[in-house]
């Protein structure tokens, strides 16, 4: 496999995303009455749904680097 410096870093965005979903689930407090697999989707998807907000955010910045680079070339 070569030494490809954007996989890398999509990997770790990756790993990045993959733990903080568990981590998420494992804050929740269980002891709570209202504890139901229902808030711990709940919980899990406004996690998974911020964390990819940000990932689309980063890709866009990304995209507009990249653009104006070989614009500026």
Same mark, same amino acid.
């Given at each position: 496999m070569k030494n490809d410096k954007a996989l890398r870093i999509f990997l770790m965005l990756f790993c990045i995303f993959l733990l903080s979903i568990i981590f998420t689930a494992f804050d929740i407090s269980f002891s709570d009455a209202n504890?139901?697999?229902y808030n711990l989707g709940f919980a899990v998807g406004a996690a998974s749904g911020?964390?990819? $907000?940000?990932? @689309?955010?980063?890709?866009?910045?990304?995209?507009a680097?990249? $653009?104006?680079? @070989?614009?500026?070339e």
């Open positions: 504890s139901a697999p911020n964390m990819l $907000k940000i990932l @689309a955010t980063l890709a866009i910045a990304k995209m680097y990249v $653009k104006m680079k @070989a614009f500026s």
